[in-house]
């Protein structure tokens, strides 16, 4: 099992930033792919970001390139999603997700975090 634990949501102007961490524990060696989902209320949950942990190659929604930019340290074990130039329609449940490659995150993760609330006022 992969524990999977998001923190640095919260509230923030339009056009301001947050970073998001996930900090992974457990079996972490049985996952090279990890990324960022969100959920905006009524709406499905969505594939943000992606990379591989062992080679850093990164993906990321249409809706995001350029203002989000996903990264990982190692040596913490821990994901980030670092976001700029928020927008209202940003406003979401953020979840940290992990699966066997950056392919199984991004259409079927095994492994979600409990989620973090993102909110751009406007």
């Known amino acids: 099992q992969v524990q999977l634990v998001e923190s640095g949501g919260g509230l923030v102007q339009a056009g301001g930033s947050l970073r998001l961490s996930c900090a992974a524990s457990g079996r972490t060696f049985s996952t090279d792919g990890m990324g960022w989902y969100r959920q905006a209320p009524g709406k499905e949950r969505e594939f943000v970001a992606a990379i591989s942990w062992s080679g850093g190659t990164s993906y990321y929604a249409d809706s995001v390139k350029g203002r989000f930019t996903i990264s990982r340290d190692k040596a913490k074990n821990t994901l980030y999603l670092q976001m700029n130039s928020l927008k209202p329609e940003d406003t979401a449940v953020y979840y940290c997700?992990?699966?066997?490659?950056?392919?199984?995150?991004?259409?079927?993760?095994?492994?979600w975090g409990q989620g973090t609330q993102v909110t751009v006022s406007s």
């Open positions: 997700a992990a699966g066997l490659r950056t392919g199984t995150v991004r259409t079927n993760p095994d492994y």
